[in-house]
């Protein structure tokens, strides 16, 4: 089966690349490389012994994302990640993520409808639920309105998605990514925040090696255990295998539902302290950290019912927190190493 992967070459794709090659899928990227790098086709192809085929260009501009269509007519079945993804970023330009993450979005439906492709696994977030009522939070839980544009662009899109499934011969399999983190266990590949990371995970490793002062705790007065913010960090070569199961899902018609949705979190919430605490026992390095005030936006606490997806997908992430932050540490000193 051939996988057109878009943003292929970004964090979650390049993980979920190697995953697909590994089952044997013949895998397309197409990425503009707004966010990513050319080099990550290499370092794929040093994990798998395989380079992806790759075409460089914006799902925004519809005439060629149409003839991409044309030449690559043997496509089986696309996961769409292409997306801008900086929750800030997009308070202070949603023109911008409307039409990065919108526009692709449609580009990609079209060309389905077009070429008869049928399946489609789309990232979305765990942000569409804003902050729970009840947790863990399933995939029933209500959609609360978007505390972002980002956020909003992952509503819209699940709306168009479901619609477009209505009435074209299109299946999807929406993903809810809850806190990806971590890297491969080869170092070869990982997340390449640009500028000054806005995520936790990133912003501690950055002040382990030095290249931070020390990391800002946003708020320790929170109601939880310690006072400080609870997420769900799922590492990202679990949320990877996710994926392949899912592209399996929808090609053997497992599931009579034309869309469903699934979260990929591990089910266990941690604080920014123990997270703090995993880095620090995980890689033996002492944090400089400071609290500060909470940040503006931040939700109290979220956490997975991964129960659907456990036993529908057949799919459960494995790796624990201190192999998360393990693996982020040692892809942060790769990176140093580079330079
Ligand atoms: P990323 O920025 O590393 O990867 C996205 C890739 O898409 C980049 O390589 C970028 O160059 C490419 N891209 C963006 N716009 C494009 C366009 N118009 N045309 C072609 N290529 C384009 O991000 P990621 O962390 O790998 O996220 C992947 C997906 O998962 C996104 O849709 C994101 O919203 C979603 N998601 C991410 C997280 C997270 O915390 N990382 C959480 C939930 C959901
Ligand atoms: C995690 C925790 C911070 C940085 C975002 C998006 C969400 C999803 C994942 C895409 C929070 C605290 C952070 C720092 C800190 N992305 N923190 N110091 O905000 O849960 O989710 O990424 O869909 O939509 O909103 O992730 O990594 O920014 O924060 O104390 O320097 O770490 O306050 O409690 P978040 P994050």
Not at 22 to 45: A, H, P, Q, R, T
Not at 119 to 127: H, I, K, P, Y
Not at 208 to 229: C, E, H, M, N, Q
């Amino acid at each position: 089966m051939k996988i057109l992967v878009t943003g292929g070459t970004g964090y979650i794709g390049s993980h979920t690349v190697v995953e697909l090659q590994k089952k044997g899928f013949e895998v397309v990227i197409v990425d503009n490389l707004s966010n990513s790098s050319i080099d990550v086709l290499d370092c794929i192809s040093k994990i798998t012994g395989e380079k992806p085929l790759f075409e460089k260009f914006d799902l925004t501009d519809s005439e060629r994302t149409a003839e991409f269509f044309k030449l690559h007519n043997d496509i089986n079945a696309i996961i769409h990640f292409a997306a801008y993804k900086a929750v800030g970023e997009s308070v202070e330009f949603p023109l911008k993520y409307y039409r990065n993450n919108l526009v692709s979005l449609f580009n990609i439906l079209q060309g389905m409808i077009d070429n008869e492709i049928s399946d489609l696994v789309f990232s979305s977030s765990c942000t569409v639920y804003g902050q729970p009522e009840v947790l863990p939070v399933s995939e029933n839980s209500p959609i609360l309105k978007a505390a972002s544009p980002y956020g909003n662009t992952k509503q819209i899109s699940e709306e168009i998605i479901t619609d477009t499934a209505k009435s074209a011969n299109i299946r999807s399999i929406l993903l809810r990514y809850f806190n990806p983190i971590g890297a491969h266990e080869s170092a070869l590949i990982g997340e390449l925040p640009i500028g000054v990371p806005g995520n936790l995970i990133p912003y501690m490793t950055q002040t382990a090696i030095g290249k931070r002062d020390f990391l800002r705790v946003w708020g320790s007065d929170y109601d939880t255990p310690d006072g400080t913010a609870i997420r769900d960090y799922i590492h990202v070569v679990d949320l990877a295998k996710a994926h392949v199961i899912a592209v399996e899902r929808m090609a053997s018609r497992k599931s009579d539902k034309q869309v469903e949705a699934f979260n990929l979190g591990t089910g266990n919430g941690f604080s920014v302290m123990e997270v703090i605490h995993s880095f620090e026992h995980s890689t033996g390095v002492k944090l400089k950290y400071k609290i500060m005030n909470r940040r503006p936006g931040d939700i109290v606490k979220v956490w997975a019912d991964t129960s659907f997806a456990n036993t529908e997908l057949g799919w459960k992430a494995e790796k624990t927190l201190d192999e998360m932050t393990l693996s982020a540490w040692k892809w942060e000193k790769a990176l140093a190493e580079k330079k």
